[in-house]
């Protein structure tokens, strides 16, 4: 048996076993056991508990994207660890609103120094066509207003900052 | 064979991907040479690759490109086109574009500028609709910009209310208003996006109609003053008031109901002086009324289930009837065989509130089997960027009955595989699994009544997501492909799309 690290969700490390019969693949991952068959270019059959299922994957830049069963997944290689993310990749740090992807800011909803409630509507952000607004995601007070409405917007540039208000 | 007389010497598809694609198809079932337009950021497009030739017309931007009406119409005489169809979105409902193709000597396969211009305003044609007997929502009856004219309408109609822009349609400029003190806002927000959306943001108020069903009637009519209706369909399903899931027959008709409404569409048709394929839009309650709701000038997203049920071709209806051809004698003789339903791929993350998703589609495989019909407008290597809207193809499935569409419907989608964006294909397979759905409770309201917990616990598939990405590891350090199955990931287009052609092939 062979063995090869992967990371999966917020960084956990995740320990794979395989070996190859044939063109069988078998591996182990904690206390579960899978047998996955390759059916086609990134596709492949597995059978769990007692149900077939075809599974999608394949890496892009250092990033494996999952379907399986329509579950979409991601799994990184250890070496990915500490890369920048894109969007979405902002998740813990409360105190900064940013745009859940590029676009335009169309309305800024809060000035500085309003205190603010978590939920509140802080920004609304226009992309593919749509308005998407971002709330707060704690309370606190706006310490910064970055952007102006009328402003392109990233998904790495704070919209606005908060001081968080002690728990 | 018989020869058939050419319809049209060559056809503009002036939009783009699957709907450019699924145009692209009746034209050649007709015999039709088909001429693509493409933005800088459609250059490896597949409607680019899937059309006899292709002009390139602007920057990313829909304004500099696919919203350009004298480059799409400049294109069109260079390429020696006769007619333009204009697929849904973008310029589909545009007056002036109409007539501007009509004032080229082009024809707009589509309905007059007029009759776009007079349901496109829907303060204007719930007027018309009015003196047509065809039963309405409560609300305004013209609008202007004094908010207590929309606080006495408000009052009038009993909250809650809903805000929508005149021109609009796709859930653009519209808010639902519960509580008086949100109405000045809510107008505010669905002006704005009224505005982006469609460069006008009149927006009018109406009844807010407490979960009811999304039905709609697919309309065909003549140049000889001939319409007729297609039957059907329920499009309840929806998430930021866009469709998501759409089925015919509904479960909700009967024979006696189904006629009525059927009728009452025609009648909206004729009092329109509509011609060419249109819709018109429902919305009906729980005690069995009905109400129109607004009639669509073009050809519908979901217009495939209608297809499959009924054995028609609607985009080729389109083009006869734009030839000035009269609807055949069988398309009044219509029946609903079997169930059909369709899903929409939208790039978007259906576990993060459907928030657009964007990025290179690393790979692609698609269903295959009796009664699986995919209009696809992307292809592994494909970039979904913000320019555009994010739907990314349609997955329609037709079977015998409803029961087995709807696990037919779960089956493909689990073997449709893109990979590189988000989707909502696990969120969709939730709602067809759901009792609800599979017991016809299908209310607008279906998604925040029955799906507001749902949630997909990730780390439940911790070891299943390893386990792929060790077997992609063994794979791709390996030189060849993997072995077994047909559905090959790295198609080209010309594999997907077979290897036929006509004319001269690409030529710009």
Redesign the interface.
């Known amino acids: 048996m062979n063995s ?1 690290d ?1 990371v ?2 917020d960084g ?1 490390v ?1 320990t ?1 076993s ?1 070996e ?1 019969d044939g ?1 069988t ?1 078998r ?1 182990t ?2 206390e ?1 056991q ?1 047998e ?9 059959a ?1 059978t ?1 508990n007692g149900a077939r ?8 830049k250092g990033v ?12 990184k290689e250890p070496s990915e660890l500490g890369v920048a993310g894109g969007a ?1 990749d902002h998740g813990a740090e409360k105190d900064k609103i940013y745009a ?4 335009k800011v ?2 800024i909803l809060v000035a500085e120094g309003d205190r603010v409630d978590v939920k509140q509507p802080m920004v ?1 952000v ?7 607004q971002v709330n707060a995601k704690a309370k606190g007070t706006v310490r910064a207003v970055n952007f102006a409405e009328g402003d392109q917007v990233d998904t790495e540039s704070p919209i606005i900052e908060l001081d968080l208000e002690e728990q | 064979m018989v020869k058939m007389e050419k319809l049209f010497n060559k056809i503009m598809v002036a939009n783009r991907s699957e709907i450019a694609i699924r145009v692209m198809n009746a034209c050649r079932v007709l015999g039709i040479p088909s001429v693509a337009v493409y933005s800088d950021a459609d250059v490896n497009s597949k409607h680019r690759l899937y059309a006899d030739e292709a002009v390139y017309i602007g920057a990313s931007p829909p304004r500099e490109s696919y919203l350009d009406m004298s480059k799409i119409i400049d294109a069109a005489r260079e390429t020696g086109c006769d007619a333009i169809h204009p697929g849904y979105g973008f310029l589909a409902e545009n007056p002036r574009f109409a007539q501007l193709c009509a004032d080229a000597g082009i024809v707009f396969i589509g309905p007059t500028a007029e009759a776009i211009r007079l349901l496109g305003n829907k303060v204007e044609s719930r007027i018309k609709m009015a003196e047509a007997h065809v039963p309405l929502i409560p609300g305004m009856k013209s609008t202007n910009d004094d908010i207590a004219l929309f606080r006495r309408a408000a009052d009038e109609a009993g909250y809650p209310v809903m805000i929508k822009a005149a021109a609009g349609g796709g859930g ?1 400029g519209m808010r639902i208003v519960h509580d008086a003190k949100d109405l000045e806002p809510s107008i505010e ?1 669905a002006r ?2 009224a505005k ?2 469609f460069d006008d943001d009149t927006v009018y108020l109406e009844k807010y109609i407490v979960n009811p069903r999304h039905i709609e009637f697919q309309i065909l009519a003549d140049q000889h003053g001939k319409t007729v209706h297609v039957f059907e369909r329920e499009c309840s399903i929806q998430r ?1 008031h866009q469709k998501i899931v759409e089925e015919t027959p509904s479960v909700a008709l009967d024979d006696a109901m189904r006629a009525k409404m059927g009728s009452d569409a025609v009648k909206v048709a004729q009092a329109a002086g509509y011609t060419n394929a249109g819709t018109v839009e429902f919305l009906f309650d729980e005690s069995g009324h009905y109400y129109f709701l607004e009639m669509n000038t073009r050809i519908q997203v979901e217009h495939p289930v209608t297809e499959l049920v009924t054995g028609t071709d609607l985009v080729v209806e389109q083009i006869r009837i734009a030839a000035g051809l009269p609807l055949s004698e069988a398309l009044s003789h219509l029946t609903q065989r079997g169930h059909a339903i369709e899903c929409r791929i939208y790039a978007e993350d259906g ?2 509130d459907f ?4 990025g ?1 589609i ?2 692609y ?1 698609e269903p295959v089997g009796p009664g699986i019909r995919v209009d696809s407008g992307i292809m592994a290597g494909s970039d979904i960027t ?1 320019d ?3 739907i990314m193809a349609k997955l329609i499935v037709h079977a015998p009955d409803r029961e087995m569409a709807i696990r037919k419907m779960i089956d493909a ?3 449709y ?4 964006v ?2 909502s ?2 969120f969709m ?1 939730d709602v067809l699994k759901h009792p609800a759905f599979a017991a016809g409770k299908t209310f607008t309201s279906f998604i925040e009544t029955n799906m507001a917990n749902r949630q ?1 616990d ?2 439940s ?16 350090s390996s030189t060849t ?10 198609a080209t287009p010309w594999q997907v799309m077979g290897s036929w052609q006509i004319g001269d092939g690409i030529h710009e």
Not at chain 1, 54 to 60: G, I, P
Not at chain 1, 126 to 132: I, R, V
Not at chain 2, 481 to 490: D, E, I, K, T
């Open positions: 090869q992967f999966y969700g956990e995740v794979a395989f190859k063109e693949i591996v991952v904690g579960k899978f996955l068959r390759p059916v086609g270019t990134n596709l492949y597995t769990i299922s075809h599974l999608a994957v394949v890496k892009s494996y994207y999952i379907d399986f069963d329509s579950v979409l997944l991601e799994v979405g859940p992807m590029p676009g169309v309305k609304i226009e992309a593919m066509k749509m308005e998407n | 653009k927000a704005r996006e982006n959306a930021r576990e993060n928030f657009p998703s964007t290179t690393v790979h495989s913000i555009y809207d994010p989608l689990n073997e595989k893109i990979l590189g988000k989707t294909k696990k397979i997909t990730l780390e598939f911790k070891e299943i997501a390893v386990a792929a990405a060790t077997a992609a590891s063994l794979s791709s492909a993997a072995p077994g199955g047909g559905r090959s990931a790295s």
